[in-house]
């Protein structure tokens, strides 16, 4: 496949293809929440993990979600941390709050892979968002044996301030209700994520969404979106585009924008930090 030429494009174009649509879609990834400040390595990192660090060597939030600690306590310990700055804890930049400024009057829907919360939050209502990866919020069974989440905010903040040494007070270790095993967090990790009610409600107001715009007028916004994961947004939204002659397409991503030619009449890419794009509207 071809892609455009990396190029500068001006704010007023956007300015023009929001102004024009009936509707907008936003398509957020992991660089949306980096662009708000959400770091999870450098200096962030070390400011919350450096006994971490200092034990196992860890250097970045995410690989030590999936180190082998050596107990239960020790797990929870980190992931209570890792929890309570990416998920019960504001960004250091709004930038989820000029976003919503910039759509609240439209007919929008957001789609996401981000887990830490930020849409709602920030003012978007929970029914025109779809997380489809889960929510640091969220415990679930760790086999599972049942199809249900359970908020743990209350547990997560117990966590942090019981901690010592690295470790929480074993009580506070969560456990399945249903089987008594532990409890784990809410994640697509591997094929024990469990998509309950709610995840089924808001994948099916998002195909309504997508029905209602199939011919009309509709922005799709891809913020962020990484190739880890191009099924999810990235390719459905061309494909959509392919299909759709009235939408139109912006990629705004700091040195990843691209644009298949197919569709760059229609189109435009922002090779920018999205901090930068939103305040500039």
Same mark, same amino acid.
């Given at each position: 496949?071809?892609? !455009?030429?990396?190029?500068?494009?001006?704010?007023?174009?956007?300015?023009?293809?929001?102004?024009?649509?009936?509707?907008?879609?936003? $398509?957020?990834?992991? $660089?949306?929440?980096?662009?708000?400040?959400?770091?999870?390595?450098?200096? %962030?990192?070390?400011?919350?993990?450096?006994?971490?660090?200092?034990?196992?060597?860890?250097?970045?939030?995410?690989?030590?979600?999936?180190?082998?600690?050596?107990?239960?306590?020790?797990?929870?310990?980190?992931?209570?941390? =890792?929890?309570?700055?990416? /998920?019960?804890?504001?960004?250091?930049?709004?930038?989820?709050?000029?976003?919503?400024?910039?759509?609240? !009057?439209?007919?929008?829907?957001?789609?996401?892979?981000?887990?830490?919360?930020?849409?709602?939050?920030?003012?978007?209502?929970? !029914?025109?968002?779809?997380?489809?990866?889960?929510?640091?919020?969220?415990?679930?069974?760790?086999?599972?044996?049942?199809?249900?989440? =359970?908020?743990?905010?209350?547990?997560? #903040? &117990?966590?942090?301030?019981?901690?010592?040494?690295? #470790?929480?007070?074993?009580?506070?270790?969560? /456990?399945?209700?249903?089987?008594?095993?532990?409890?784990?967090?809410?994640? &697509?990790?591997?094929?024990?994520?469990?998509?309950?009610?709610?995840?089924?409600?808001? /994948?099916?107001?998002?195909? #309504?969404?997508?029905?209602?715009?199939?011919?009309?007028?509709?922005?799709?916004?891809?913020?962020?979106?990484?190739?880890?994961?191009?099924?999810? @947004?990235?390719?459905?939204?061309? &494909?959509?585009?392919?299909?759709?002659?009235?939408?139109?397409?912006?990629?705004?991503? =700091?040195?990843?924008?691209?644009?298949?030619?197919?569709?760059?009449? &229609?189109? *435009? %890419?922002?090779?920018?930090? @999205?901090?930068?794009? *939103?305040?500039?509207?």
């Amino acid at each position: 496949m071809k892609f !455009t030429q990396d190029c500068s494009m001006p704010k007023n174009k956007l300015m023009t293809m929001l102004g024009n649509a009936d509707a907008v879609l936003i $398509g957020a990834g992991a $660089g949306l929440s980096t662009s708000a400040g959400f770091t999870y390595s450098g200096k %962030r990192f070390f400011k919350y993990f450096a006994d971490f660090h200092a034990k196992y060597g860890i250097t970045d939030m995410y690989s030590g979600g999936f180190h082998p600690f050596e107990s239960l306590e020790e797990y929870w310990a980190y992931w209570s941390r =890792y929890i309570m700055i990416n /998920r019960y804890t504001d960004p250091p930049k709004p930038v989820y709050n000029t976003l919503f400024d910039i759509v609240k !009057t439209t007919d929008y829907f957001v789609i996401t892979t981000n887990v830490d919360h930020c849409f709602q939050k920030s003012g978007f209502e929970k !029914t025109r968002l779809f997380y489809t990866q889960g929510d640091y919020g969220l415990f679930q069974c760790s086999v599972p044996c049942h199809n249900a989440t =359970y908020d743990n905010e209350d547990t997560i #903040r &117990r966590m942090v301030t019981e901690q010592k040494d690295m #470790r929480v007070p074993s009580e506070l270790i969560p /456990r399945c209700p249903k089987c008594g095993k532990p409890m784990t967090v809410s994640l &697509r990790c591997d094929d024990t994520f469990v998509q309950d009610d709610g995840w089924e409600k808001a /994948r099916n107001r998002y195909e #309504r969404f997508l029905g209602n715009y199939a011919n009309e007028k509709i922005l799709l916004m891809e913020l962020g979106v990484g190739n880890n994961t191009p099924a999810i @947004i990235k390719y459905p939204f061309w &494909r959509f585009m392919r299909l759709n002659s009235r939408a139109s397409y912006v990629c705004i991503n =700091y040195g990843g924008a691209v644009v298949p030619r197919k569709i760059e009449n &229609r189109s *435009l %890419r922002i090779s920018d930090d @999205i901090c930068n794009v *939103l305040q500039g509207l």
